[in-house]
């Protein structure tokens, strides 16, 4: 294991060189000394290219293979799209590479577990940008939770809505490459949060239906214009997790939905002693008919992305810190499956 204070700075490469490389990824890395973003790789190499010139001209690759060969990276970003997050993976771990894999784990549960092995054996961190968890609320929220002031969990509402938030760019209406609609791509961050703020409670069975009414029927919205021709993802999702301790975790999520808010992203849970809302993080109680206010952050914070990444860094690192690990990433992966699942074949999908 290197350390910074000893040893020559980690060598990174990106696989993918899309918005979520350039905003997220190489601009935390190359915020720390104790890094060195050395290649950049994309299927276009001219996309390469641009990310690389913005950040201090990595060597660029259009082959993973090669890259991975010759430019002999510690770490790993995977910011290619979803069906090729299990390839770029196994190829990145299999070289001895640390990887941070951008959501979802992989297409399947099957792949999601593939991974996780695969880091176990060779001794690497597989770690998720699930960067929701890592805002300051989530986990305020988490020590609250465990800390006993909810007492029983017994209802959690997950919302992650837009009213016409089909994105305009990328693959996130093609089904192929994205392995479905806002449920795989914006319903799986609110999930996760969920999960993590309620501990991971074990999955008794999954019932879920899913529409598709709106995003074949327009064009163009909040981001952009889609080709209703060839939009196959679902517009939404609706679904029901129950866990082994009787609770149940209700979810939403939509692309395209007639409801009057521009957008919603967020969590509630329901106690027995007490109610609290994610973002911004707030616990609540009745008290003889009025609210009563436990504990309550004014403003939802919005540094998420680079705590996620920091987290990756110093776990890699050797650091006792927590990260949205690759055990974890299987059971989101098992829960987006047994959703998309039970919406298709109109049945309880048991876990």
């Not at 104790?34 to 010139?53: F, G, T």
């Not at 010759?70 to 771990?93: G, Q, W």
């Not at 709106?214 to 163009?220: F, H, L, V, Y």
């Amino acid at each position: 294991m290197k350390s910074a204070l000893t040893s020559a700075p980690l060598r990174v490469a990106i696989i993918g060189a899309g918005q979520v490389a350039d905003k997220v990824h190489a601009s935390y890395y190359c915020t720390r000394n104790d890094l060195e973003l050395v290649a950049v790789c994309d299927s276009r190499l001219s996309q390469a290219q641009v990310l690389a010139e913005k950040y201090g001209n990595p060597q660029v690759w259009d082959d993973p293979q090669t890259m991975l060969r010759e430019a002999k990276p510690d770490i790993v970003s995977i910011c290619s799209p979803n069906r090729f997050h299990y390839e770029h993976t196994m190829l990145a771990l299999n070289a001895g590479c640390h990887v941070m894999c951008e959501k979802p784990p992989a297409m399947t549960p099957d792949e999601a577990l593939e991974m996780c092995k695969t880091a176990r054996r060779m001794g690497k961190v597989l770690a998720y940008d699930f960067h929701h968890r890592f805002a300051l609320d989530t986990q305020l929220l988490r020590e609250q939770v465990m800390a006993g002031a909810l007492g029983e969990i017994y209802v959690t509402n997950v919302r992650a809505l837009r009213r016409c938030g089909v994105p305009g760019w990328g693959v996130f209406t093609n089904k192929e490459l994205q392995g479905g609609g806002p449920l795989i791509d914006i319903g799986i961050h609110m999930l996760d949060a969920a999960m993590y703020v309620l501990g991971f409670p074990a999955v008794k069975r999954v019932n879920a239906h899913s529409y598709q009414r709106i995003g074949t029927r327009k064009s163009s919205g909040q981001f952009g214009v889609w080709d209703p021709a060839t939009y196959t993802v679902e517009d939404s999702l609706f679904g029901t997790i129950e866990f082994h301790n009787g609770g149940i975790l209700r979810l939403e999520t939509s692309f395209a939905l007639n409801i009057p808010e521009q957008s919603i992203m967020n969590v509630n849970f329901c106690g027995d002693l007490a109610g609290a809302t994610l973002f911004p993080a707030q616990v609540y109680t009745d008290r003889d008919g009025t609210l009563d206010v436990l504990f309550q952050r004014e403003i939802a914070d919005d540094n998420r992305h680079f705590r996620s990444m920091e987290a990756f860094v110093n776990h890699v690192q050797g650091e006792p810190v927590a990260i949205a690990d690759a055990e974890q990433g299987v059971v989101i992966q098992q829960l987006v499956a047994a959703l998309y699942e039970s919406a298709e074949t109109g049945t309880y999908v048991d876990l």
